[in-house]
């Protein structure tokens, strides 16, 4: 199973909490807020499967919700799933 992400950026309380877990997936950008890193939060590029964990673990500790996962490209729209 291919897995996506992106943050969905007006719920990113910009905590970090994700870029602890997955930095190498997440990161804060120029505007304060959680992005991924890959597709410039987009969710377009499928995450290798070594970070599956990492993104998971990140998506369950947000406290806000805002990290997205799915099976399908988001093409920049977080309501894709």
């Known amino acids: 199973m291919v897995k996506y992400t992106m943050i969905q950026k007006e719920l990113c309380a910009a905590c970090a909490s994700c870029v602890w877990v997955a ?11 959680a992005a991924c890193v890959l ?4 969710g377009i590029i499928e995450i290798p499967e070594q ?4 993104i998971e673990t990140a998506q369950a500790n947000c406290p806000t919700g805002a ?8 093409k920049g729209n977080p309501q894709m799933i």
């Open 23 to 33: 930095p190498d997936i997440y990161q804060i950008d120029d505007n304060g807020t």
């Open 39 to 42: 597709d410039e939060n987009k």
């Open 51 to 54: 970070y599956y964990e990492d």
């Open 67 to 74: 990290i997205k996962i799915g099976e399908k490209p988001f």
